[in-house]
């Protein structure tokens, strides 16, 4: 990268004008000046592009380049540092990330998709052409988390990272709480209103929030990412039975991306976790979402906000930018690609907390003392377990709602106990199973 | 500043050896290699300054030059960086900085108390050294506050700072609310465990937030500093009586240091407020702070965590002597003293906002009606209005308790309303007013 001459402003390239790519562009036409940052360069928009020229996205495009094919904008002379907004983990967006860091030029990116899979080889390119990839966007939107492993953790041993990083599956968890409703209902009405895609399986599903938590993992441990090899649930089978035995038990359902440091190794996992309402995690309710950080000097920080929206995800982006305005040119992952460390996954059997389980156990007697047999062969010791059908649901019944909340133990044990519950033939459907984190 | 060689190492002298300059020593002496940012120097610990020489404080000093005066610490030729934590507005911790930045020497404090009353000056004489002058550690502890407002909302508007910034009001308020207990019990506890000083009257009646928060508004709007000239009020007056209101009504009290643009200027106000249950910040409990950052683009972004100790208040100084190591050189208060705008002060008679109001009301016909007559004629709206005594409390009475809470309304209006059911003489004690935050 040549020194910047901080007199001459720093031309910038948008490729993707979807909501944060319109965003951004109207932001850097008409708030220029209170954009620029102390002692930084002036940034100045000088092209775009997208699949269509024509369609209105709330600004002018007379003076800038439109390039039909983003490529062609990373080769542009007049753009010294590309914004990537294409989204996607391959096709347009990667060959334009890699034209872009071939060419010398810095890249931003929000594309979680693109650096979980192929951050590794992306962060080698820019090394090699000496060049800033930063994606502060590409994690909890408008929230400087990125930001905040990058420059205010090294040095301290970080032993935990967590977050809320999904806004489409906190706000149908949110719904589900508060309405009493099921989440096939929730989500449809979510597709309805914008707040869940067409195909929602990338979100409900966890992928979404693997990607991001890939990304967290690699700068908080120092590790290589790997987003492949991780334990990966999502909020579909979770119940109105469920939320209404959190609430009644002190807990909210949230869908957290954990990765913890374990001595086998680092747990990457995302799944349903059963908060206590009094954490600050458990506060964090429809699309926001929310980052915490565990040192062995800080403890625990928790930074929460916005984790979408075109302005606030757009104010990330300008972040970044502001960052290179300043002739800040960081590592993508912290450490030189060459010094990050293999991932080294912990399994999830090994997994010690608690556990919610939710049963539906076939109303003969003998079934609850051979349960808690089960439980107790496996060395899992109970915190409660209660029978909670309703007061008001009085008819004949073939089987019960049984809720057990254990102590601290290990994945495998749960598992164990629960095939042989199964094997004993006590229950009638699949137990539920939510892990308790803190 | 001359140029940094990347390759000798950044000395640095720390001068106060309390708890945070005795973790930093400890820090610095056994893991200098993990604290080391990415292409940065080396942080070498070189020369201590304290009271006492021979005191064991845990680590080794036999390798550092002591300075029994601090002033000689900052002219010491071995020393790079002055880190001051002595503590104090005035004195040998002010002369330690100006000595230093007069030397040329880059400057690190956790000192919010000669920051909030010398800020200015300081920041003046930073730059006419062309040195930075950093002060992480000296708001809100370990959490990454200032670096986000510094870095990452430039260009952005605030609306709006706020914070629990001060850990012995946070956790008093804390064991109040949950053991029903008086403020002067919660408080004698507080100083026998050491989390409140022999004199308190600096942490609970808000001026260390004060001070804390001058520095926010500063940052967060581009202002001169100014501490001097808000309102404050700390938690003594708050009651068990209100406690249990707060909890029935589903609030939470918190001391907040809140600044806020209004038309008229900014209101920087510390008092008690009435926070909803479900807010964030109303999570935030003990001895943990936490910064609330309103701007236009992200909407709210909160940042929580541990607000002292020894190891969580370190490891901001670290993450400042890390900015240092790569060279970087941010402005003191983000923008050039000269182009800080005076600080306008908004009147608290003009806040607008919701009120919780507790009267003591004397036992007599008419009175209710005379109190709501007050807050109509002053065009105060009331979202609730409720007589509180306890069902178990059957005895004889000359007084009742009656909670007032307003729609959003004009401070000048309640005051006034208050002074008139003063007058009709229908209360036998001043009202208790609290402030309700959203």
Redesign the interface.
């Known amino acids: 990268m040549t020194i910047p001459n901080s007199d001459s402003p720093l031309r910038v390239g948008v490729a993707g004008l979807g909501t944060v790519g319109a965003a951004l562009a109207r ?1 850097l036409l008409t ?1 220029s000046n ?6 930084a360069r002036l940034l100045m928009l000088t092209a775009v592009s997208a699949r269509d020229a024509s369609k209105d996205r709330g600004f002018d495009m007379s003076e800038l380049t439109f390039h039909a094919n983003a490529d062609d904008l990373a080769r542009d002379p007049e753009v010294d540092v590309v914004v990537e907004l294409i989204g996607g983990d391959d096709g347009p967006a990667k060959t334009l990330v890699e034209t872009a860091l071939q060419e010398g030029k810095p890249v931003i990116t929000a594309n979680k998709a693109l650096l979980a899979a192929h951050g590794l080889q992306l962060a080698s390119a820019a090394e090699r052409s000496n060049v800033p990839l930063l994606f502060e966007a590409a994690v909890a939107g ?3 988390a990125i ?2 492993l990058r ?7 970080v032993t935990r990272v967590s977050g809320i990083l999904n806004g489409t599956c906190n706000y149908i968890l949110t719904r589900m709480e508060r309405e009493g409703i099921a989440f096939d209902d929730v989500l449809t009405d979510a597709q309805r209103l914008g707040y869940a895609e067409a195909d929602p399986t990338f979100d409900v599903d966890g992928f979404d929030t693997a990607h991001k938590l890939a990304l967290l993992t690699s700068l908080a441990f120092g590790t290589e990412i790997e987003a492949s090899d991780m334990y990966i649930e999502g909020i579909r089978a979770i119940t109105p039975d469920d939320m209404e035995a959190a609430r009644e038990l002190g807990y909210r359902i949230k869908l957290l991306g954990v990765a913890q440091a374990t001595e086998t190794g680092i747990e990457q996992r995302v799944h349903p976790t059963m908060l206590p309402l ?3 995690l ?4 429809g699309v926001l979402n929310a980052v915490a950080i565990d ?12 984790g979408a ?1 075109g ?2 995800t ?3 982006v ?2 970044d930018l ?2 290179l305005a300043r002739g ?4 993508p992952l ?3 690609r060459g010094d990050l460390r293999p991932y080294q996954r912990a399994r999830m059997r090994s997994h010690e907390g608690g556990y919610y389980v939710r049963l539906s156990v076939v109303d003969k007697p003998g079934a609850f003392a051979a349960i808690a047999q089960r439980m107790a062969e496996h060395g899992i010791s109970l915190q409660s377990i209660v029978q909670r059908r309703k007061p008001t649901d009085t008819g004949p019944h073939t089987h019960q709602p049984v809720i057990i909340i254990t102590h601290e133990t290990m994945e495998q044990a749960v598992r164990e106990a629960m095939d042989g519950i199964m094997t004993d033939g006590h229950v009638d459907a699949t137990p539920q199973i939510i892990r308790i984190e803190r």
Do not use: F, M
């Open positions: 932001l708030r209170e954009l620029r940052a102390e002692g408008g929230i400087p930001r905040a420059d205010a953790v090294p040095g301290q041993k009094e954490s600050t458990a506060q964090i309710n040192t062995d000097l800080l403890g625990e920080i928790v930074l929460s906000g916005p929206g302005d606030a757009a104010a990330s300008i972040a502001q960052d800040l040119v960081p590592k912290r450490l030189p």
